[in-house]
């Protein structure tokens, strides 16, 4: 069975950093791209940010280029998002989301992690 | 940037079928992804790439996409489909629509 369980949520002040990890079991990790996609509260679903299974390609969304940054472990089966300069309305629940197909992208997403928490606030 | 356009909400009756579209200019050329999610949970992929049920999804969903529309049908709805519903398509970046929140009368 496919898990996938966010950590490093938490309240930051804005203009702080964060570190969010997605731990990884149950299939061939290095295979398949990873993504982060965000929910803020009482909105929809915001993709954030992609991986390829290598970790040689990366994509981001706009409203974080330049400010996040992923990678991944191959070795750990982790990907993480280091968020920097962070501001109010970047306050979201993050999910990590294994590839559904075997692309460098996420085409689609399957499964999707129970998320973690960031809030930005003085 | 590609835009995704969903109705905020739909109604259905028990037993009924639901029809929940998703619009994008010529999204016909793309595969659509469908997503339910239920309060406070994570998302579930519920169709793939149009048309496809990944393993676990009941037969009584489907979907469908041409021209400027991609349609997610729910046959035979029940209480437990009550969800916001997301269409998704990858146009050099992951894009989702706004959403739709089926109620089950």
């Known amino acids: 069975e496919v898990q996938l369980v966010e950590s490093g949520g938490g309240l930051v002040q804005p203009g702080g950093s964060l570190r969010l990890s997605c731990a990884a079991s149950?299939?061939?990790?290095?295979?398949?791209?990873m993504s982060w996609v965000r929910q803020a509260p009482g909105k929809g679903l915001e993709w954030v940010s992609d991986i390829s299974g290598s970790g040689g390609s990366t994509y981001y969304a706009d409203s974080v280029k330049g400010r996040f940054t992923i990678s991944r472990d191959n070795s750990k089966n982790t990907v993480y998002v280091q968020m920097n300069s962070l501001r109010v309305e970047d306050t979201a629940v993050y999910y990590c989301?294994?590839?559904?197909?075997?692309?460098?992208?996420?085409?689609?997403?399957?499964?999707w992690g129970q998320g973690t928490l960031v809030t930005v606030s003085s | 940037s590609y835009e995704l356009s969903q109705a905020l909400s739909v109604s259905v009756a028990l037993g009924q079928t639901a029809r929940i579209t998703c619009g994008g200019n010529n999204i016909g050329s793309k595969n659509v992804h469908w997503y339910q999610q239920k309060p406070g949970q994570a998302p579930v992929l519920v169709i793939y790439r149009d048309s496809n049920r990944p393993s676990g999804i009941p037969e009584r969903f489907s979907g469908s996409n041409s021209g400027n529309t991609a349609t997610l049908t729910i046959s035979r709805a029940q209480a437990g489909d009550e969800a916001d519903y997301y269409c998704?398509?990858?146009?050099?970046?992951?894009?989702f629509g706004g959403g739709t929140k089926l109620t089950v009368l």
């Open positions: 989301a294994k590839s559904g197909s075997g692309s460098s992208y996420s085409e689609w997403f399957d499964p």
């Open positions: 149950g299939f061939t990790f290095s295979s398949y791209a």
């Open positions: 998704q398509v990858w146009d050099s970046s992951a894009v």
